[in-house]
């Protein structure tokens, strides 16, 4: 096992995720005090001691450095400091022991969270005798084993997004692995979530494990995964309770829930690690790119004809007044969202839909306050197609055609004219 | 520089300054339409931006659009209250000689025919373009209002008829845009006997000898038939 460092705070990336908050900084000296005083645990420990604490850091007869270090800062308020060394070191019962001693194992204790570290990737990885996999050590430290609610620990949810980045921000690692590129790992820093943690405002805000899993971290692919599409709602749902919720019962929820992999889940719209606010102009769910967002599935003419979607929503969306005075800035004008609801998306035909003909007036009405009581209204996205629009159609084709006609008998006319002129100059008149 | 006396004056000051206001809130309404139609263009967003973006541009259009009604306003009270305008109202009235001019114009110009149709105060051409003019104002006059308060007429009509109004507008305007772009600055600019323009605008004067030539009966039931 590669020894392990903890993150120095002096290095740029690693301290501006420390938390600073003055209340919990308040509890975690209160948690000093009531603990106990740290103490080794039992009489034989003592025998460790002997030669793992003190000066000597010679063994004899020519033997290597004994390690010192790791008895003397590592076990005193680590949550193992109760627990004697042969517990974990179970090699180093008969003196002397052998060298190096085997790597510990975590499983007999911990059992549940070792049988989600055998599945996961990282597991699997581990087992394959990947030297870039990481073991319980890699994340918990060795004797300097914290609890993640101590600030100090590096499962601590302030210092989680470092030691996840040791090895996701490492371009020989990635390349090697084939993990998603680092900056897709930085950019959660510029997220929602990352700069609340960042500034160290509300450390719930969600980290790497929140949404990938701790031990039990799967591929995308896997069913189980919580990054499966599938199971992306109810990952984000944990802390967005009444979007969940609403989202749950729209046509994309239900969609989704049916098996329909295509349908939209939250990140599809409001993205993952470069989940922006609503109000940043670069955000998908900005209010002037949410017509462009929808589009990316209701534009695409596979899903359109898979699922029988009607076509020419963004088109006519465009067109229209709400679309072009989006288009130039008028941030006031509806988007998709203003008339289809945000999460709670229902088709026309139901009830609650919010473009059902019995509730459009309400729905035009949050705008435009004199059509609160009008009911439907017709057909909204117009294409000027022969079967959906007949009146719109025809009346474009007159005027094409009358227009044509009307600048062709112009152009005739003025070439007669000037036909006439020069064929009178040359006559003399 | 003639004489006065071979002038005649065949706009007043004010006739002048309405076709000023007219030609300027057409070609602003025009340059302010076909930006939004064809705002897709570089040179449409171009333009919007000097506008002052998409809404100032709309404030602009309809700005414009108060200017052209007040114009359309001023000739219609022009014709119901003043002798001047009732006539000129009466002499733009198509007849079936003005369909017999139009025969004779083109026959003459192919050479079929030696003489010129004669024509009085207005010709077929110039009472094609009044009509025409008129009409598509007041087409676009009332599809205009009914867009500037859409709300309101959404009260009041179907969406199919507002969509439908929306199109028409539209449309209408481009035509209305083309006919003064083809027809009309041919027949008074391009025109190689007017070339670069007919100062009549400016002046409201024709001379005699203009008004022999193009408006013949006109000058017969003014001057009788003498050669000026």
């Known amino acids: 096992m590669a020894g392990y460092e903890r993150p120095t705070h002096k290095e740029g990336y690693h301290s501006e995720f420390m938390v600073k908050t003055p209340t919990s900084l308040l509890f975690s000296l209160i948690a000093l005090f009531l603990l106990p005083l740290p103490a080794f645990s039992s009489e034989k420990d003592a025998r460790c001691i002997s030669c793992h604490e003190g000066q000597a850091s010679k063994g004899t007869a020519g033997r290597d450095t004994v390690p010192q270090h790791l008895m003397k800062t590592g076990l005193r308020d680590s949550v193992h400091r109760t627990i004697a060394c042969i517990n974990c070191h179970r090699d180093a019962a008969p003196l002397p022991h052998r060298r190096p001693l085997a790597l510990v194992d975590c499983t007999g204790c911990h059992e549940e969270a070792a049988r989600q570290f055998g599945r996961s990737v990282h597991g699997a990885a581990f087992r394959r005798g990947d030297k870039d996999a990481p073991s319980c050590a890699s994340c918990h430290g060795e004797h300097h084993i914290l609890p993640a609610s101590d600030r100090r620990s590096t499962v601590f949810r302030g210092n989680l997004l470092i030691l996840c980045a040791r090895c996701h921000t490492d371009a020989e690692v990635q390349k090697t692995h084939q993990l998603p590129s680092p900056d897709l790992i930085k950019a959660y820093e510029n997220s929602v979530h990352g700069r609340l943690i960042k500034e160290g405002r509300q450390v719930q805000a969600a980290l790497c494990i929140d949404c990938h899993g701790s031990h039990l971290i799967l ?48 990140t599809d719209c409001h993205g993952e690690h470069t989940l922006t606010r609503v109000s940043d102009p670069k955000a998908g769910v900005y209010v002037a790119n949410v017509a462009a967002t929808c589009a990316r599935c209701h534009e695409n003419q596979t899903i359109i004809a898979k699922y029988r979607l009607p076509s020419d929503r963004y088109s006519t969306y465009l067109g229209s007044f709400h679309g072009i005075a989006m288009k130039y800035g008028d941030i006031t004008a ?88 020069i064929r009178r100059r040359k006559h003399g008149r | 520089m003639a004489d006065e006396t071979d002038y005649v004056q065949r706009f007043t000051r004010g006739e002048r300054a309405v076709h000023v206001l007219l030609f300027c809130s057409l070609i602003i309404l025009s340059i302010t339409g076909l930006t939004l139609k064809y705002h897709e263009s570089w040179l449409a967003q171009w333009i919007i931006k000097l506008e002052g973006g998409v809404l100032f541009r709309g404030k602009i259009h309809r700005l414009a659009a108060v200017v052209l009604i007040a114009t359309f306003a001023y000739h219609l009270l022009s014709i119901v209250f003043t002798r001047r305008g009732h006539e000129f109202f009466q002499q733009m009235i198509f007849g079936r000689k003005d369909l017999s001019d139009f025969v004779e114009l083109i026959k003459h110009n192919l050479g079929v025919r030696k003489e010129m149709p004669l024509f009085d105060r207005f010709t077929c051409i110039e009472k094609f373009q009044y009509w025409a003019a008129g009409l598509a104002v007041i087409l676009l006059g009332l599809s205009g209002f009914m867009l500037w308060f859409e709300t309101l007429f959404m009260m009041v009509f179907p969406k199919w008829l507002i969509d439908l109004n929306h199109l028409v507008h539209s449309f209408e305007a481009t035509l209305g845009f083309l006919v003064l772009v083809v027809w009309h600055l041919y027949n008074v ?40």
């Open chain 2, 189 to 228: 600019h391009l025109n190689p006997q007017v070339f670069p323009m007919s100062r009549s605008w400016l002046t409201g004067k024709i001379s005699k000898e203009e008004m022999r030539r193009d408006h013949p009966l006109e000058y017969e039931r003014l001057y009788g038939n003498d050669k000026g």
């Open chain 1, 219 to 266: 591929g995308p692919k896997d069913p189980e995964s919580k990054t499966n599409r599938g199971n992306i709602p109810q990952v984000c749902g944990r802390c967005h309770v009444e979007i969940y919720n609403e989202y749950k019962v729209s046509i994309h929820g239900r969609a989704l829930r049916e098996g329909k992999m295509e349908s939209p889940t939250c």
């Open chain 1, 334 to 421: 509806a988007n998709c969202t203003s008339c289809h609801e945000v999460h709670r998306i229902l088709p026309a035909a139901e009830a609650e839909s919010s473009i059902n003909p019995q509730n459009i007036g309400r729905t035009c009405g949050k705008c435009h306050p004199a059509m609160k009581d009008a009911a439907s209204l017709g057909r909204i996205h117009v294409e000027a197609r022969k079967e959906s629009s007949l009146g719109m159609y025809f009346v474009r084709k007159f005027y094409v055609w009358f227009i044509g006609i009307l600048m062709a008998f112009f152009v005739a006319y003025i070439g007669l004219d000037v036909y006439g002129r």
